[in-house]
């Protein structure tokens, strides 16, 4: 289980992320909403021991994950960052690869094991076919199924996500987020992202943590913290809540004032 506890992360004199607790257990996805600026990002960062934390903790299984050394960190979790530039000359295998940089020896050269969960990475993640493609020949799309491969091929149970979907087209949103619940469910992995469509939590969360101002303002089900009441208070926005007609999951619809 992923606990944060308190967490508190401050860039200079700004407060960001103030007094956060929440946890992600194995086999669940949590979506961490909010308005811009709200602290998700640096929440993640914080988690993920790319910032700093001012104070509170972040444990996974007892094991206090912000004061871990990288390669020691890397085994216990891996990111898929809103951006990653590898540069076009790697090869999609060769990117997928590098998610085993902290299993690998001094010489670093990749063993069967090594090859193995790359294969099944890629495998899992439908891009086995692109092996031998240049990152700069494929699409947003399929470069971001590749982020998540090398995810996978890290082989650790915490998998964090910041806003995996920026840039991807409708079709390419439900493909990656298909391919995450159903890793984090068959593997028992915990998951915890970053998302900004509100109606894609509802589809594809089981949690949803909802940040303004770097504090945790609701924590449930999808049906608990996409109310009305909560969205409109948080985004300041004129929303209206729906239900879906085949698995009544909550679909927020924004008002607006046709000219």
């Known amino acids: 289980m992923l606990k944060i506890d308190a967490l508190?992360?401050?860039?200079?004199?700004?407060?960001?992320?103030?007094?956060?607790?929440?946890?992600?257990t194995p086999g669940e996805v949590v979506a961490l909403i909010g308005p811009n600026g709200a602290g998700k990002t640096s929440l993640v960062r914080g988690v993920s021991g790319v910032t700093p934390v001012t104070s509170g903790s972040v444990t996974f299984n007892d094991t206090e994950l912000t004061r871990l050394q990288?390669?020691?960190r890397a085994r216990i979790l891996?990111?898929?960052?809103?951006?990653?530039?590898?540069?076009g000359a790697f090869t999609v295998e060769q990117v997928v690869m590098m998610g085993r940089t902290a299993y690998m020896s001094w010489t670093g050269k990749p063993s069967e094991e090594d090859r193995r969960q790359v294969a099944q990475a890629m495998e899992n993640t439908r891009t086995t076919s692109l092996a031998q493609r240049r990152i700069a020949e494929l699409s947003g799309g399929e470069q971001q199924r590749v982020m998540l491969a090398r995810a996978l091929a890290q082989s650790t149970p915490l998998l964090i996500l910041d806003e995996p979907t920026n840039h991807l087209d409708l079709q390419h949103q439900g493909t990656l987020l298909s391919l995450v619940r159903e890793q984090a469910y068959q593997c028992d992995l915990a998951v915890l992202m970053v998302l900004h469509d509100l109606n894609l939590?509802?589809?594809?969360?089981?949690?949803?943590?909802?940040?303004?101002?770097g504090r945790l303002a609701a924590f449930g089900s999808p049906e608990e913290v996409l109310t009305v009441e909560m969205i409109s208070q948080a985004y300041h926005a004129d929303v209206e809540v729906i239900h879906h007609p085949e698995n009544n999951n909550p679909i927020i619809l924004q008002k607006t004032d046709r000219i």
Not at 78 to 87: C, D, E, F, N, T
């Open 70 to 72: 990288p390669p020691q």
């Open 78 to 87: 891996a990111v898929v960052p809103q951006v990653s530039y590898l540069g």
């Open 8 to 24: 508190t992360i401050y860039y200079g004199t700004h407060r960001v992320v103030d007094q956060v607790s929440l946890q992600v």
């Open 201 to 213: 939590v509802s589809l594809f969360a089981d949690k949803a943590a909802l940040m303004v101002g």
